[in-house]
């Protein structure tokens, strides 16, 4: 059976005394964008460390394609970005890139080509491939960990923080590329904190609690959907406030409609990322110095909070 | 988690070819040593050199006419073993230090009984010796030649030679074995 | 065995490492000159220089987790980096023996034909069998404790030896005499003709290797790799 099957999964630590994973159970079809929200100790990496077989759980159990993720097939179309970004440091961007792609067992005949179209997928600039890895910045971190978790076209992609560090375009450029991953037909399962992130890009999210899945909601809006958009910037000094007249001038330029403004932010309607991402380059263009980004709706944060109105409970 | 994971599609696989070829190799050793144990190898490496007591040796030596040769060793030295194999197992060369030294076996027997009988003590620390073989040559003078280690029967021979060499003639027979 | 991991693990090597190898080189030679002798048994040196934290540092540096999310067997890991020590360790002793060798011909104590091939051969056992015992103890601690695990592993012997000394515990005092053999297998052929080491010897080399490495490869095969659970 295709997808990801975890049934009745428990986890504990430190001999029974830690519960990390209290009996989860989820299932996953093929070709969703899955989130998992939760507080810091909820069981998020736990449940992650067991979907890739680095964790021998208690009891329950986990399928993916119908196979143990211990198997060496569900290995070969799995790819991963760690929330912890330690990469052989010694390396650079390529040779890094490069040595994933080999351990991989993907063919050699490729592998330049292929190693340098998953650099320049993820953005990260040409110069820095032949830098050591040891002087990236968090960012170009975590750009290399997608583009060797990219390589192959893995059918599942598990990605831990995978935007956490990054600036705003980038967050975006991430969020168009797992758009065209879901669009090929892959899996994702994501954690983050970033919730404004985890509801641009998911299809469902669950919010996971004391090693327990607390609830799940369906997430209607995607990548294509219309929204309202907060956009947050740091207060200039007297006399060079950004105009109203001026941000609605920007905001038609890229297809999206102010809907009201105020000293350091203004909330706009935006058709889609497409529309986001070039309001934002537009903004930051004409000397906005802005700071933040954000979805204007709240649910996952209801969610996060404990609100409980007009959910799905698992 | 199976301990012992014999499916070869796990990346937790543990190799049947490996745990096979440990437990054979096992099983060997074991009834090989049993079987050693039980036969036990015909006196080996017969050592022909007439080694004489500490005292035996004290008094030879007052006369003045041979060196002593102090051949330092241990049970448990392979090395050790390899020279009273090459060396003193030879007929030829135990022939030719029988006449031209005065040999004495210091063993040492640390590791078997904790301790040394007082003579040996007494020997090691008066040359100070530090590793096994040491094979050490004392003149009528009182002087000493020491050689550490044991290399191959031709340079211990060689070291022999040597020492006589350096004797006045007519003390002691400075022939070749 | 897996290449890709064999050569990253060449690649790894710290100027501290190299540093050090070049110590022992100099010191050997002035050893070589006074004593008139190369030893195969400088290889186990290397081993270690090299070796030191070769999966301990992976564990350590927090590599393991993007490195098993590949389709890699653990024991194909656990004989990669076994080959990758060994390998390097052999070669540096091949090149230690030869210069070792050109130093006495140029002393006129040329060692003769055989015992040259023996030594290659016995470094090669040496190197191999030391790298097994460091991998498997690689494995139990982070970082380079797997050096002072050894070291702590002869302390230890070598005091529990002279406590048993009295008592009449023959398997006891049989294993304790021969944690170096445990340890450095190989190491004591080195003064000696390949004939002339005996069959048991043989056997008892290869076990011990094999079992250094099956527990290696088990205890790979069971550990959690995690930061969760911190």
């Known amino acids: ?314 | 988690m199976r301990i012992l994971n014999s499916d070869p599609h796990s990346s937790k696989e543990m190799p049947s070819w490996l745990m096979g070829l440990t437990f054979l190799l096992f099983l060997a050793w074991v009834g090989s040593a049993i079987y050693n144990n039980a036969h036990p190898a015909p006196a080996a490496a017969q050592d022909l050199v007439r080694w004489q007591t500490f005292s035996d040796a004290d008094n030879q030596w007052k006369r003045g006419t041979k060196p002593i040769l102090y051949d330092f060793s241990a049970a448990w030295c392979g090395p050790c073993q390899q020279m009273k194999k090459d060396v003193f197992g030879d007929q030829k060369t135990a022939d030719w230090i029988n006449q031209s030294f005065i040999p004495v076996s210091a063993l040492d027997r640390q590791q078997e009984d904790g301790k040394n009988s007082p003579e040996v003590e007494a020997l090691q620390k008066q040359y100070d010796i530090q590793a096994f073989p040491t094979l050490v040559v004392k003149f009528p003078n009182g002087s000493f030649k020491t050689q550490v280690g044991y290399d191959s029967q031709e340079k211990t021979i060689q070291f022999l030679q040597e020492q006589l060499a350096d004797l006045k003639p007519g003390s002691a027979s400075a022939s070749t074995p | 065995m897996n290449l890709t991991l064999v050569w990253a693990a060449f690649r790894r090597t710290h100027w501290i490492r190299l540093a050090l190898l070049t110590i022992i080189f100099i010191t050997g030679y002035f050893t070589i000159a006074a004593e008139k002798t190369v030893l195969a048994g400088e290889g186990a040196w290397f081993v270690w220089v090299l070796g030191a934290g070769i999966i301990g540092k992976d564990v350590s540096e927090g590599v393991l987790s993007l490195l098993f999310s590949r389709p890699i067997k653990r024991a194909e890991y656990v004989f990669s980096k076994w080959m990758a020590v060994g390998l390097m360790a052999s070669a540096l002793t091949w090149l230690y023996l030869a210069v070792g060798w050109s130093i006495l011909w140029h002393l006129n104590e040329p060692p003769a034909w055989t015992q040259m091939g023996t030594s290659l051969v016995l470094a090669l056992l040496i190197c191999f069998g030391t790298s097994a015992a460091l991998v498997f103890l690689s494995t139990l601690v982070p970082g380079i404790g797997d050096l002072a695990l050894m070291f702590l592993i002869l302390l230890a012997g070598q005091l529990l030896e002279w406590w048993v000394a009295g008592q009449s515990w023959p398997l006891v005092k049989w294993f304790l005499h021969n944690i170096v053999v445990f340890l450095f297998p190989g190491m004591g052929w080195q003064s000696m003709g390949l004939g002339d080491i005996s069959l048991l010897d043989w056997i008892g080399y290869f076990s011990i290797v094999t079992i250094w490495l099956t527990l290696a490869v088990g205890m790979m095969n069971r550990k959690e790799i995690t930061y969760a659970n911190s």
């Not at chain 1, 198997?71 to 070969?76: G, K, P, S």
Request: hydrophobic residues 40%.
């Open chain 1, 1 to 314: 059976m295709a997808g990801i099957q975890i049934k009745n999964l428990v986890k504990t630590y430190a001999q029974g005394k830690v519960r990390a994973l209290d009996g989860v159970s989820l299932t996953i079809p093929p070709g969703q964008v899955f989130g998992v929200i939760g507080p810091n100790g909820a069981g998020k990496t736990t449940l992650m460390g067991c979907l890739l077989g680095f964790l021998n759980p208690d009891s329950g159990s986990i399928e993916i394609d119908g196979l143990d993720p211990s198997d060496l097939r569900a290995r070969a179309v799995t790819g991963y970005v760690p929330e912890r970004l330690a990469f052989d440091r010694w390396m650079n961007g390529r040779e890094f890139v490069t040595y994933h792609h080999a351990l991989a067992k993907l063919p050699a005949g490729r592998r330049n080509e292929e190693v340098a179209q998953a650099l320049s997928r993820v953005g990260l600039e040409e110069d820095a491939w032949t830098r050591p890895i040891a002087k990236y910045s968090r960012g170009m971190l975590q750009r290399l960990g997608l583009a060797q978790a990219l390589l192959g076209s893995p059918r599942y992609l598990f990605l831990d923080e995978p935007t956490s560090g990054m600036d705003p375009l980038g967050v975006m450029a991430v969020r168009e590329l797992l758009s065209e991953i879901k669009k090929q037909g892959s899996t994702i399962l994501l954690n983050s904190h970033q919730l404004d992130q985890v509801d641009r890009i998911c299809d469902n999210v669950v919010f996971v609690k004391n090693g327990r899945v607390e609830s799940m909601e369906t997430v209607q809006a995607g990548a294509e959907s219309q929204r309202a958009m907060t956009i947050s910037w740091r207060k200039l000094g007297k006399g060079s406030a950004v105009a109203g007249a001026k941000l609605k001038e920007i905001a038609e330029k890229c297809g999206a409609e102010l809907l009201e403004s105020a000293e350091g932010k203004a909330e706009f309607l935006v058709k889609d990322d497409e529309g986001a991402q070039k309001l934002l380059a537009l903004l930051v263009r004409a000397g906005v110095p802005v700071i933040e980004a954000s979805s204007a709706e709240k649910r996952l944060e209801r969610l996060f909070l404990g609100e409980k109105r007009g959910k799905e409970k698992v």
